[in-house]
């Protein structure tokens, strides 16, 4: 009898905790659609970009759905597309890998991240993701995003420059962590040694009172740099509207996916703009040396 009751003593205890956790409501899960539409040059990574967001993704809260090609897709014109997907990625392109990105298309999504370049959205469609973002969804994009949607002063505002050039070959830089307290910064230190195929952008949109920088290239680690101001940033966020924007020049090379310390650093940015996790959005004004 004295065990019975002791028994239900403690059950009398625990219940309170456990109904409470019971009205937890579960984490939400966030859908992610990752455009890898190359119009222009074709990454040989964007298969295994795509690999390892749906992977790692899971790890994080994301659900991540693939449209590799957004052009219409007529048979001739996606025959021929997915020969070259297929050559550079391992991947083929089926109707099921197609889609358009419009206003009816981004209410599944709580995220959009590019890899792609050329024009993987017309300008009816550039609108309609705009203003997504501006209404609160989140935008990211990683390396050949800036290299995408030249001419649309839209979609410069968005990811906020233009691929210019980079030097031939892999660059080894130090990276300069900027923001070590952004989310996004997780994975490197200040100083730490990088290779990757480094971008140099264009002087216009580019510009840090728009933007949060949170890693840049130590310019004493690239005298390959074409700009007079050897500002050479590689990640930077910005709030867009009432959305966020996340980009991250790097992830040209497939060791650069598979790697531990570029994936806390992406997933870091993705998850602060989808409103998981703080981080400072201030423009960074002008570099610091």
């Not at 709580?110 to 203003?131: H, S, Y």
């Amino acid at each position: 009898m004295r065990q019975l009751r002791w028994a239900i003593l403690v059950a009398l205890f625990l219940l309170p905790g456990l109904a409470s956790a019971a009205d937890e409501p579960a984490k939400k899960v966030k859908k992610l659609l990752l455009v890898t539409h190359s119009g222009g040059f074709m990454h040989d990574s964007i298969g295994v970009a795509e690999d390892i967001l749906k992977e790692k993704g899971k790890d994080y809260g994301f659900e991540v759905t693939c449209f590799r090609f957004t052009n219409e897709p007529e048979a001739k014109a996606l025959e021929k597309y997915s020969n070259t997907y297929r050559a550079r990625t391992g991947k083929t392109v089926e109707k099921e890998n197609c889609g358009r990105i419009n206003a009816e298309t981004l209410k599944g999504f709580d995220a959009v991240m590019f890899l792609t370049t050329g024009n993987p959205v017309n300008k009816d469609e550039l609108k309609d993701l705009t203003q997504w973002v501006k209404d609160g969804g989140a935008f990211a994009g990683a390396h050949c995003a800036t290299d995408t949607q030249y001419g649309d002063a839209a979609y410069g505002d968005l990811i906020g420059a233009y691929f210019m050039t980079h030097p031939a070959g892999f660059q080894k830089i130090k990276v300069k962590v900027e923001d070590p307290k952004h989310p996004a910064a997780a994975g490197f230190e200040d100083g730490m040694p990088y290779e990757d195929e480094m971008y140099i952008f264009k002087d216009a949109p580019y510009d840090r009172d728009k933007l949060h920088i949170i890693l840049s290239i130590d310019k004493s680690t690239f005298p390959q740099g074409k700009r007079k101001d050897g500002d050479y940033a590689i990640s930077w966020g910005k709030e867009y509207g009432k959305g966020k924007v996340f980009y991250t020049s790097f992830g040209h090379r497939k060791e650069v996916w598979k790697d531990e310390k570029f994936q806390k650093h992406l997933f870091g940015g993705l998850t602060w703009a989808t409103g998981g996790a703080k981080g400072d959005a201030t423009p960074s004004g002008n570099p610091k040396n």
